[in-house]
Nanobody, 113 residues
Framework: QVQLVESGGGLVQAGGSLRLSCVAS????????MAWFRQPPGKQRDLVAR???????NYADSVKGRFTISRDNAQNTVYLQMNNLKPEDTAIYYC???????WGQGTQVTVSS
């Protein structure tokens, strides 16, 4: 069983930054693609960014140039650096491991205008 634990969410003003972290238990982190999704209030959960096991990345158009996904295989951790945050970035952010389809519990990000 794999557990994913997100942290780093919070309340920030528009234009500010946050760094989310997701730590994975177990030994399969380094062989799995990882991703961040988000779910705004009353809306569906959508992909924000993905990073492959080899480090290739892709992003949703709405966050390109502002968000950066990265990973540290030695620490079993995937990060999401979020800069120039906007009120529309307000959502619960979830970490997902492609291998096995595991989800974290989510971390709330709130951006005030």
């Amino acid at each position: 069983q794999v557990q994913l634990v997100e942290s780093g969410g919070g309340l920030v003003q528009a234009g500010g930054s946050l760094r989310l972290s997701c730590v994975a238990s177990g030994s399969i982190f380094s062989i799995s693609d990882m991703a961040w999704f988000r779910q705004p209030p009353g809306k569906q959960r959508d992909l924000v960014a993905r990073i492959t096991l080899t480090g290739s990345t892709n992003y949703a158009d709405s966050v390109k140039g502002r968000f950066t996904i990265s990973r540290d295989n030695a620490q079993n951790t995937v990060y999401l650096q979020m800069n120039n945050l906007k009120p529309e970035d307000t959502a619960i952010y979830y970490c997902r491991m492609s291998w096995g389809g595991y989800w974290g519990q989510g971390t709330q990000v709130t951006v005030s205008s």
